[in-house]
């Protein structure tokens, strides 16, 4: 029994580093950083991460919502200490910047930024909100009011 139990083991640890993930799945943080637009940078200067893009339209009568089907891509998170990586490279500028300073926001893009024509990639001020917080943790408490309530 143990040797089937130790057989079993081995062989299972063989299939599942021997697999390899299909183009289709995302399985680890690895994945998503080499994923990311220009992915020196964003590991350097911030973090990668999957940019969602959808529309949403409110029809008021009837009263609906409706979204779009969401389009999902590679993307980077900028830290705000070092948005003059964006600005030495003339992507933003001194007025986008202190339009987003003043929201206490930072800068996000999709797409290569190391090319000029601004066709190839999109930089957009982000808000960040903590409000969703991550249910896979245990929560502890009962405030249900986010701080992020209080800036608007």
């Known amino acids: ?7 079993g083991l081995g062989l299972g640890i063989f299939f599942s580093s021997a697999t390899t993930s299909d183009l289709g ?25 999957i940019a969602v893009d959808l529309r949403a339209f409110v029809t008021l009568s009837p ?8 389009r999902m891509q590679p993307g980077c998170v900028i ?38 024509d601004a066709a190839s990639h999109q930089i957009d001020c982000l808000y960040q909100n903590n409000a969703a917080s991550n249910l896979f943790l245990p929560q502890t408490g009962n405030d249900s009011t986010a701080p992020e309530v209080n800036r608007f």
């Open 1 to 7: 029994m143990g040797a089937i139990f130790v057989a």
């Open 79 to 116: 830290r705000s200490s070092n948005w003059s990586i964006l600005q030495s490279r003339n992507l933003v500028t001194s007025e986008d910047v202190n339009q987003c300073r003043n929201r206490m926001n930072t800068f996000g893009f999709t797409g290569d930024i190391e090319k000029r």
């Open 25 to 49: 799945s995302v399985a680890t943080r690895y994945d998503i950083d080499r994923s990311a637009p220009n992915p020196e940078i964003c590991v350097q200067y911030g973090a990668s991460a």
């Open 63 to 70: 009263f609906a919502v409706h979204v779009s089907q969401p």
